[in-house]
């Protein structure tokens, strides 16, 4: 009979508690089933400095490794949030029954959370902070899991790293240096209690939104880390003091969404790592040049963007939207890069080209001044960008010819479109590709890849990745050679800048060779020496790149102060040139509107004359016969004039 009162009471009991463990265990599974591991979704974040080492801060979180916290720092914030946090299993049970009673006696189911630094982490990455009791108990299934699959250290490092503290700002880390203007490591106790104080409601306690309620914050946790045994009294009222006497001052984030993602892509090009495995435990170390990075961003407004490279092809500055992958039309730009090919086919700088009306199909393109010159020497029609002459020596040189020496030898990437409009820089592309070929003048004729990146090694210690120079490309030898087919170019860009469209960059007592490019919307100039070659391109439309670009480079440089001007062989041809007429530059000019040019000396007769002297016979004639055909006076007197030059040089 006892035995049956015993089972009576024990067989309910016992299935109670059978329910109770599989509804715990369906709650549980539940909720944890699909969980992503923790570091997916810590906020995105990787130790980044610059070239030198200094830090360079992208990102509104930076990682600390936990055993870069100060273990005193450690002490206050278990202290503070935590002190069984070693010993639990993610949930402090007296604290959950504490918060029950008092939100049931406060008639406010909601009024507390019990919450221990697992839970709060749980909070963070998984769950909004819109307070339920559905969300409590999910709260509590992947606070048990965390424990589960996650060290405590791990969980520590994770909640000191994204823990929210205002102002957008993830982790303690960040938050040191935004509040403090000193990483984490550097605070002292005082400025640690305080920082560990915003925890509690960070839009409201942070130093910034109420300076005097960051301190009364602070010294609670003063008084939890002296209750704690953290510190001892005397030196509670010591720090107290050191808070009251606390001023802040607000730290300028050096967020650059653009570079960050450059860095990024690219460190995941050369390791093969996620951007989940970078965050939390690596450090990056760009070729970034701290002095001229901060230089650019002091000078570079939103509507413009610049990158900057050494010879071999380490990025040294980089800033702006689509630097490295956009699509800007270049401009004037673009035109070094066929002069160069035409240097290599034979091409003279003393040549000269036509500069008369030119019509290609329905595009009859026009100098920026709106008048012709008869002609122009190769050398001149780069200097002062002069379009008509560099439409026909592009057409000489031949489409096909250009776009796969841009294309396959400087490997720049882009869109190119399908007409001879590519001429006057309407490729698509980014300065960082066109810088491909700037720098190529520097080496000689090497194409080097442009990198960002020095060395990525493990913040416990030890490089995964070592920056070497990569060769892409090499200028080809033609008629001439490559190298002396560069110091022709290089030649005229230092005379661009000396005298040309590029003037304004021009820096006293300093060599330099550069380009401007005008487009519709956009506004280029490219230049440097041989050690450093920087683009600057602002985007509006009425922009000049000579009037709009250059002077901002000339800001940048002489504001870095670390601008050398030094260039090496360049080469200055004395002989006299030739004209450069085919029989498909023949046929695109415009021969009705060189009559009217002619008619009204807008393009002289002795001009044109002279041109025609040096070009082959059989040109010269096609050109008068077509004259002929519309104004028989207006041929024969270039005819004649043409007869008096031959007559003379005989």
């Not at 109770?20 to 923790?38: C, E, G, K, N, W």
Request: net charge neutral; with cysteine; glycine share 8%.
């Amino acid at each position: 009979m006892k035995l049956w009162k015993v089972l009576h009471i024990l067989i309910p009991f016992m299935v109670g508690i059978l329910l109770a463990m599989i509804v715990s265990f369906s709650v549980f599974y539940y909720y944890t089933r699909d969980l992503q591991p923790p570091e997916k979704l810590l906020p995105s974040s990787a130790r980044l400095l610059y070239s030198n080492g200094s830090p360079l801060y992208l990102s509104r979180s930076v990682w600390v490794g936990l055993n870069e916290v100060p273990k005193d720092f450690v002490r206050m914030l278990l202290a503070s949030e935590d002190r069984g946090f070693y010993r639990h299993a993610g949930l402090r049970i007296k604290g959950i029954l504490r918060a029950l009673f008092v939100n049931l006696t406060s008639g406010n189911p909601m009024a507390q959370g019990g919450s221990t630094i697992t839970q709060q982490l749980v909070r963070t990455l998984y769950l909004t902070y819109k307070k339920s009791f559905s969300r409590k108990i999910k709260e509590i299934a992947i606070a048990l899991w965390l424990e589960r699959v996650r060290s405590k250290d791990e969980i520590l490092e994770m909640y000191i790293n994204s823990v929210y503290l205002g102002n957008g700002l993830y982790g303690f880390g960040v938050a040191s240096l935004y509040y403090f203007g000193k990483p984490l490591n550097a605070l002292d106790k005082a400025e640690m209690a305080v920082l560990i104080g915003i925890v509690k409601s960070p839009e409201n306690y942070n130093p910034f939104a109420d300076s005097e309620m960051a301190k009364e914050k602070g010294k609670t946790v003063l008084k939890a880390a002296l209750d704690a045994g953290v510190i001892g009294a005397e030196e509670f009222s010591r720090l107290s003091n050191e808070i009251d006497s606390m001023e802040f001052r607000k730290t300028k984030m050096a967020f650059d969404e653009n570079l960050f993602w450059r860095i990024v892509r690219e460190a995941m090009e050369v390791t093969g790592l996620s951007l989940e495995e970078l965050r939390s435990g690596y450090e990056i170390v760009t070729t970034l040049d701290e002095d001229l990075q901060k230089a650019v961003n002091r000078h570079l407004t939103e509507d413009m963007a610049c990158v900057a490279v050494d010879r071999a092809g380490r990025i040294l500055a980089f800033k702006g939207k689509e630097a490295d992958e956009g699509r800007r039309q270049v401009g004037s730009a673009i035109k070094p890069m066929y002069y160069l090919l035409a240097f290599l086919n034979g091409v003279s700088p003393n040549d000269l080209l036509p500069d008369v009306p030119i019509k290609i199909g329905d595009w009859s393109p026009k100098n920026f001044t709106k008048k012709f010159g008869g002609y122009s020497t190769v050398k001149n029609a780069l200097v002062w960008s002069r379009n008509v002459p560099s439409v026909y020596l592009f057409s000489h040189l031949g489409y096909g010819n250009v776009v796969s020496f841009i294309r396959d030898v400087f490997k720049i990437k882009g869109m190119y479109p399908p007409d001879m409009t590519i001429s006057l820089g309407t490729i698509e592309t980014a300065p960082e590709e066109v810088l491909k070929f700037y720098t190529a003048l520097s080496t000689g004729g090497v194409v080097m890849k442009p990198t960002i990146i020095k060395e990525i090694r493990r913040i416990s210690g030890g490089a995964i990745y070592t920056f070497m120079p990569q060769v892409i490309g090499k200028v080809p030898d033609g008629e001439i050679s490559a190298y002396e087919a560069i110091a022709r170019l290089k030649a005229i860009l230092m005379d661009v800048v000396r005298r040309g469209t590029g003037m304004r960059a021009k820096m006293v007592g300093k060599e330099m060779f550069g380009k401007t490019g005008t487009s519709d919307i956009n506004a280029w100039f490219i230049g440097g020496d041989d050690e450093v070659i920087m683009a600057v391109v602002k985007d509006g439309k009425d922009l000049m790149g000579g009037e709009d670009a250059a002077p901002v480079w000339k800001e940048i440089m002489v504001d870095w102060g670390k601008f050398k001007g030094v260039v090496g062989r360049v080469e200055r041809v004395e002989s006299e040139g030739k004209a450069i007429l085919d029989e498909k530059m023949v046929d695109e000019i415009d021969y009705e509107q060189l009559v009217e040019e002619l008619k009204s000396a807008s393009v002289t007769v002795e001009d044109l004359a002279y041109f025609l002297s040096k070009a082959d016979e059989i040109y010269s004639s096609t050109v008068l016969q077509r004259l002929s055909e519309l104004d028989p006076g207006i041929a024969e007197e270039v005819k004649k004039e043409l007869g008096r030059l031959i007559e003379w040089r005989k």
